[in-house]
């Protein structure tokens, strides 16, 4: 019905009221952000910022082909601002363009309507008030930055931005049948996960106990998480949390590496998901379990920094990730033609004792002709192995008193994972 009744309203008409209702709200909220300030001290709020989008309406349809009127407009219009801030340099000693900046973007309302679909036009005017208004929030976050924070987004950005658009597509020789766009890929895709993990942890939770720490610490690596846990058990014994930050880390990878798959390979990724599901569940369980037998325990709430195993972002550490996955394809190709399906399996035991991801990525996005029962079976071993690898490091850097249950909860998993193993290769052959 409502859109029946717009068909009888003029589009010119339509487009001059959404001008006027935004430069409108924009001008209110300059009043209202203004309310304590001299009125003199004001060049307009609610009205004069009404008006200026009026104005740039006028002048934008007298001549919407060639827009002399309009550009003509806006110069006249910066003129005023101009003369405005110098005033307000010299008398106020304030040197802030915030207010000339939003009326300009008043001003422009009318060709955003016209040229631009509703929803650009609708999310800028938000963006421009929550910008206003978040003044005092955005300070308080920028001072959440240290020096280095930028040099880590720009490092970032090349990642992303510079080096992976430059690199071919093709493979990089017989042997190596991934290429160099592939290779770099991965090496983004894992940094950005990691990055996220990072920003998350700083930015939202710089505070956070050892289980906000172990999820996003998860998110970046399950084993370093481990790592880091377990030497924070020995230096507290007695906190009932560590444990359970562990296996929540382990969890966290189940999460990590489907997210991963369905990037690179969305078949294999729902073909492993019923597997993640269950580990996931059977993990959740045990972690439910021991915060059930230590609930008259005092939780401790004290902040734990995840010391990572490395920033993600530095060059060296993604050259050293980019040569691990053209390793890990030279050898998963050579042990398959050579060995078959049973040597894949095997080499997947035998790198859940290292970095795990550059083996399963060149699964995931491999040239190899593998089936996918396979390559599912391979990343569960590889997973096996990741597991008994992280609980030997819990039991070795943790507190004796933790040893009996962490061989408990991890022997469930590392058990629950060889059956299954064992149950794709017996029955698909695998």
């Not at 304590?36 to 104005?55: A, H, M, S, V």
């Amino acid at each position: 019905m409502f859109q029946s009744l717009l068909h009888y309203v003029p589009n010119d008409l339509q487009m001059f009221i959404l001008v006027v209702v935004f430069a409108f709200i924009i001008g209110l909220e300059q009043r209202r952000y203004h309310i304590n300030e001299p009125f003199e001290n004001l060049f307009g709020t609610d009205r004069t910022f009404t008006l200026i989008g009026i104005l740039g309406y006028i002048l934008y349809i007298i001549d919407k082909q060639q827009l002399y009127t309009f550009i003509i407009g806006a110069c006249f219009i910066m003129l005023l601002l101009g003369i405005y801030y110098f005033q307000k340099i010299s008398t106020e000693k304030k040197f802030g363009l915030t207010t000339i900046l939003i009326a300009l973007i008043a001003y422009t309302l009318a060709p955003l309507v016209y040229t631009q679909p509703l929803w650009l036009t609708f999310s800028i005017v938000i963006l421009t008030l929550v910008i206003t208004e978040a003044k005092k929030s955005l300070f308080a976050f920028s001072k959440l930055f240290d020096e280095d924070e930028f040099i880590v987004l720009a490092k970032f950005l090349v990642l992303t931005g510079v080096i992976l658009p430059l690199l071919p597509a093709q493979p990089i020789s017989v042997s190596i049948a991934v290429s160099p766009y592939q290779i770099w890929l991965a090496v983004v895709v894992i940094s950005s996960i990691s990055y996220a993990s990072y920003l998350v942890k700083k930015f939202i939770f710089p505070n956070a106990g050892i289980i906000i720490t172990a999820i996003l610490g998860g998110l970046y690596s399950s084993t370093a998480t481990t790592v880091i846990l377990a030497r924070k058990n020995r230096e507290n014994p007695d906190d009932s949390t560590i444990l359970p930050g562990i296996l929540l880390a382990t969890l966290m990878m189940y999460i990590r590496l489907f997210l991963i798959a369905y990037i690179f390979n969305r078949t294999i990724a729902f073909a492993l998901l019923p597997y993640f599901l269950f580990f996931i569940l059977v993990t959740s369980i045990i972690i439910a379990g021991l915060l059930w037998l230590h609930r008259e325990q005092k939780v401790n709430k004290t902040t734990t920094f995840l010391i990572t195993k490395g920033n993600p972002l530095e060059f060296k550490t993604a050259l050293v990730f980019a040569a691990l996955f053209i390793l890990f394809s030279l050898v998963t190709s050579f042990v398959f033609r050579v060995f078959g399906n049973s040597g894949l399996n095997v080499l997947a035991l035998v790198v859940g004792v290292t970095d795990i991801d550059p083996f399963i990525l060149n699964l995931f996005q491999g040239k190899m002709v593998i089936s996918e029962g396979v390559i599912v079976l391979s990343v569960l071993n590889a997973i096996v192995s990741n597991n008994i690898l992280k609980m030997l490091y819990a039991i070795v850097l943790g507190a004796p008193l933790l040893r009996k249950k962490i061989w408990i909860s991890f022997g469930i998993l590392i058990v629950s994972g060889i059956g299954i193993s064992l149950w794709l290769f017996l029955t698909k052959g695998t």
